[in-house]
């Protein structure tokens, strides 16, 4: 045998099971298909973050968290399948996968990575705050009950350099053999046992992190090992096959959309598991954004950000009606996004003014972060002064998609142009009626209370300290004249996540569609749909992405080591 343990993707699951493995004293090929420079994955360029349950921050900040919400909360989100709970039907292993990462998000978790070097900004996030409850038979409503998003001090990059620098040490000491420009394209089965992996090997190439590189075959080789891992990511950048995989009941993805990963998840690795005999599950599960924006400096093909808004912007669709209630920025990304492809949109709004957005918006990724990035406190200390962060303002000042009016009748103008000038886009936004909707919210906020849904959520934000001092603006007129002048920003769809995947044991063995393990295949990562092949079930709470590939690198990793 060339080695123990092949791993496929040296992404951060990648990274984190081939570290545990060559830890115990095994000899792991790690391949890629990118160049050296992409060495990471997707997790450099996140914000960092992570669901923790009662953490020191937290209770720093007077959140009262437990293990018992965080799972009611996650039961809320997740809709697994009835029978789950007790280790019956298709969610049976998700389940039990959610099961263990609660507890280890509020266990060994963060003192794991604490002791690795990984530290966290103070300052607490709330994402996916939610607001309605399934039905009676899921017990809990959507969403977190307390703020969880711990961001990493340092953002993705600093979630993966004790991993990398692991990776390079067991390199040095001959353990891991790291292979860029490899593609894997068959599992070799013998016996009906994967044994090893056929790869194509790629043309050198200088792409910088992220960046198309060339898919030129020059050779291919193949590689024998007693395991092989599958951490090979989900299908984000591959917009074809998640059109195709897309839940019917929930419309259809549009023909234009953004993507928030590099080209290089593609989805293919998936395909070819599939072929030697795994089961793939829950294909129609994906975690995608609805606020995605075009980058003014693309890294990859239809390179997108994501805009992570605080509560107060109305949140119109493509004929510039406003999305029903809990459907406001923050509370429900995935119900706002169906409410967008069942519509067949392929575009959103979110109209504000300048106050609100140099207040409330805030743009997701390591590269729109250089303060947190950077680990810069002087640039830092500037999200708590008047205007909007760098990259923000950046993108108000040379974004087309950012649209500026003084009134209401205007900004529609400005609206209906820029859908207008968009091959296949459709809506046509009222100017009267645009008006209406913004005298009706001010007539609310003017009267000190108000019963509109909304206004009622944005004011209970601000009872969280962290909500009142960074993310939330003062309940204001959007018509207020030093507020303004009013704004429109086009939402556009930006892939991201599978939430699906290869169906895998409690300890990562992936499983036949039978059910039966089919023996030398292991997966991690998105691959397994963070674990299980879906533990997130139907919906995700934010930071259990980058939690979900280091929870299965961990446990698969030292569960291989011991067989």
Request: with cysteine.
């Amino acid at each position: 045998m060339d080695a123990d343990v092949i791993v496929i993707g040296a992404g951060l699951s990648g990274l984190v099971t081939a570290t545990e493995l060559t830890a115990a004293g095994r000899r792991v090929v790690l391949l890629d298909q990118e160049p050296e420079a992409s060495l990471g994955g997707q997790a450099w360029w996140s914000f960092g973050g992570l669901f923790l349950v009662d953490s020191p921050e937290q209770r720093r900040l007077g959140v009262h968290d437990s293990a018992e919400l965080a799972w009611a909360d996650w039961l809320g989100s997740a809709r697994f399948a009835p029978g789950a709970e007790r280790g019956e039907g298709p969610d049976r292993h998700g389940y039990a996968w959610a099961q263990h990462f609660v507890e280890t998000a509020s266990g060994d978790l963060r003192s794991w990575l604490h002791a690795k070097g990984v530290r966290w900004f103070p300052l607490v996030q709330w994402a996916e705050r939610g607001g309605y409850a399934f039905g009676p038979d899921h017990g809990t409503a959507h969403g977190n009950t307390v703020p969880r998003f711990h961001v990493t001090w340092g953002t993705g990059p600093a979630i993966i350099e004790p991993f990398v620098q692991a990776a390079l040490e067991a390199r040095s000491a001959g353990r891991l053999d790291l292979r860029f420009r490899r593609r894997a394209v068959e599992l070799v089965l013998t016996d009906g046992r994967v044994t090893g992996v056929r790869a194509e090997v790629l043309a050198d190439d200088d792409a910088v992190r992220g960046a198309p590189s060339t898919r030129e075959v020059v050779g291919t080789e193949e590689i024998s090992a007693g395991a092989v891992v599958v951490a090979s990511g989900g299908i984000g950048a591959n917009h074809e096959l998640a059109r195709s995989r897309w839940d019917r009941a929930a419309g259809t993805l549009p023909a234009r959309m953004l993507s928030g990963v590099p080209d290089s998840t593609d989805g293919l690795m998936l395909g070819h598991a599939a072929d030697a005999g795994a089961a793939l599950v829950h294909e129609d599960r994906m975690w995608h954004y609805p606020e995605g924006i075009t980058n003014h400096s693309p890294v990859w093909t239809n390179h997108g950000i994501r805009i992570l808004p605080g509560p107060s912007s109305l949140w119109l669709d493509a004929d510039g009606r406003r999305l029903p209630a809990p459907l406001f920025p923050g509370f429900d990304a995935l119900g706002a996004l169906q409410h967008v492809t069942r519509r067949g949109d392929d575009h959103s709004w979110f109209v504000l003014n300048k106050a609100i957005m140099d207040s409330e918006f805030a743009l997701s990724g390591s590269e729109q972060n250089p303060d947190l990035t950077g680990k810069d406190v002087r640039l830092l200390a500037q999200r708590v002064l008047p205007g909007a962060v760098g990259p923000v303002a950046r993108f108000a000042r040379e974004s087309p998609e950012f649209l500026w009016a003084d009134t209401p009748e205007e900004l529609a103008g400005a609206m209906n142009a820029l859908t207008e000038a968009t091959p296949g886009s459709t809506g046509h936004v009222d100017p009267a009626a645009l008006a209406a909707v913004v005298r009706a919210r001010d007539a609310q906020v003017a009267s000190g209370l108000g019963k509109d849904p909304q206004v009622v959520a944005t004011r209970a934000a601000r009872d969280f300290r962290v909500d009142k001092m960074i993310r939330v603006s003062p309940p204001r007129p959007l018509t207020t004249p030093k507020d303004g002048p009013l704004l429109a920003v086009r939402l556009s769809v930006l892939t991201r996540k599978t939430l699906g995947g290869l169906w895998c044991d409690p300890s990562g063995r992936v499983l036949r569609p039978d059910g039966s393990v089919l023996d030398g295949l292991w997966a991690v990562g998105e691959a397994a749909g963070f674990g299980g092949g879906g533990v997130h079930g139907h919906r995700a709470l934010e930071g259990t992405f980058l939690g979900g590939c280091l929870h299965t690198g961990r446990v698969t990793g030292r569960a291989l080591a011991a067989v």
